[in-house]
């Protein structure tokens, strides 16, 4: 390319930039535009865990899986296409029912104010949604999100913290998004509910137990996952939960399990290694009213990562297509 091509191709990206708007999110940011979009999210979102109680996780965890991969842009909702054949969906599979119920309930909403309310705000609301039906508390989410154009397998797989972690990584890998040790250990708690497959957690089974799980959690562990995944033998769902009380009930169980050594992923049991992070899942496990309130921050302030706004971005008609 010429270099006077160059200068030219620096010259309007400077000014796209400069003329592109951006702001805070806020709330209510749909109360003259689309004054019931909180209230159809809401319903769709309650007959969807209805019809289906999975689903509640898998929206919790889709607001994780978005905003840490580009900011919360609705990026982890882009399909494969012939343009983008490996999008951020293509690496790790998160359950089916949340990106069906993402459909849902954007064509809710479509249906009361079209081309209003963008991906990434329903992700937000849903998972503000789904932790109502499932733990009993809400709160307030800010709004004006816009979605994202770019999706790719590499942006997931540099930005993802991995259940192999150790806490070091844990802790970095959310600093990195503005995210400190009390959210780590705060929205770790999400691991109470939902499911997980053998795959993540065989590395602590075998060729020997972890010496940090709990022996008769591990011999537990062993029946729906004999031996690591592959080779014949199935890769099978199991709980989050070590202790289910009532299906899809979210509490501070996860907390209870992690004192207990009956939690699942090497990055849960990472929580029990240092003195300041055992200190505040010691807190959570006895103070259920005060895990709920820092939840709720810490849900929020995942929600504000990396946002776009203004005139940034666009809003999808369709979540898993752009320009669509
Ligand atoms: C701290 C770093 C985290 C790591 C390494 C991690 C890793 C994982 C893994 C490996 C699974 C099981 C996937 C499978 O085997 O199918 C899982 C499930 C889940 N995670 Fe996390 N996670 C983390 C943080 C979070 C956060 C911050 C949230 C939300 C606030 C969250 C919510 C969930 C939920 C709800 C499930 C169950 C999903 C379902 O049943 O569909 N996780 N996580
Ligand atoms: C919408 O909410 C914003 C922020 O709370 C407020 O400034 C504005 O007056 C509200 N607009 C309407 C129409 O209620
Ligand atoms: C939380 O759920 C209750 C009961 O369904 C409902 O009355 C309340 O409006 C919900 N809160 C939000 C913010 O949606
Ligand atoms: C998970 O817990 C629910 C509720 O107790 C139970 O119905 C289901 O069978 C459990 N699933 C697995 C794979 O253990
Ligand atoms: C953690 O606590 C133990 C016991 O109170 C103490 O001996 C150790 O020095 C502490 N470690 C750090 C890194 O604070």
């Known amino acids: 390319m010429k270099l006077t091509c160059l200068r030219l191709l620096m010259v309007s990206v400077l000014a796209t930039l400069l003329t592109m708007s951006s702001a805070d999110l806020q709330y209510d940011f749909y109360n003259s535009s689309c004054p019931n979009a909180e209230t159809t999210i809401r319903n769709v979102v309650y007959s969807q865990i209805d019809a289906n109680p999975s689903v509640a ?6 607001l994780f899986h978005d905003c840490f991969v580009r900011g919360c842009d609705a990026s982890i909702l882009l399909d494969p296409s012939s343009a983008n054949p490996s999008p951020e969906k293509s690496v790790i599979p998160l359950a089916q029912a949340g990106y069906q119920a993402v459909d849902q309930i954007k064509a809710a909403v479509e249906a009361v104010c079209p081309g209003k309310v963008s991906c990434a705000d329903i992700i937000a609301f849903a998972a503000r949604d789904s932790v109502n039906k499932s733990a009993g508390f809400s709160y307030a989410v800010p709004a004006g999100r816009r979605d994202g154009s770019v999706s790719t397998d590499f942006s997931l797989l540099t930005n993802m913290p991995s259940p192999s972690f150790g806490i070091a990584d844990l802790v970095g890998s959310f600093k990195r998004k503005n995210l400190d040790v009390d959210d780590l250990v705060t929205l770790s708690g999400a691991h109470t509910i939902g499911v997980s ?22 011999a537990d562990l062993k029946v729906p996952c004999p031996a690591p995944p592959g080779r014949g033998v199935p890769d099978n769902l199991v709980n989050n939960s070590a202790v289910i009380t009532t299906p899809m009930t979210f509490d501070n169980q996860f907390y209870k399990n992690a004192l207990a050594r009956r939690v699942l992923f090497t990055s849960d049991a990472a929580l029990m290694t240092r003195n300041d992070t055992v200190a505040k899942v010691t807190e959570n496990a006895a103070d ?37």
């Open 57 to 62: 996780a898998a929206l919790i965890r889709l």
């Open 197 to 218: 497959h053998c795959s993540s957690f065989t590395n602590r089974l075998y060729p020997s137990v972890d010496p940090a799980m709990d022996a008769g959690y591990a």
């Open 288 to 324: 259920l009213a005060a895990w709920k309130v820092r939840f709720a921050a810490s849900m929020v302030k995942m929600g504000n990562i990396e946002v776009l706004t203004g005139t940034q971005g666009q809003v999808r008609k369709y979540c898993r297509a752009i320009g669509s």
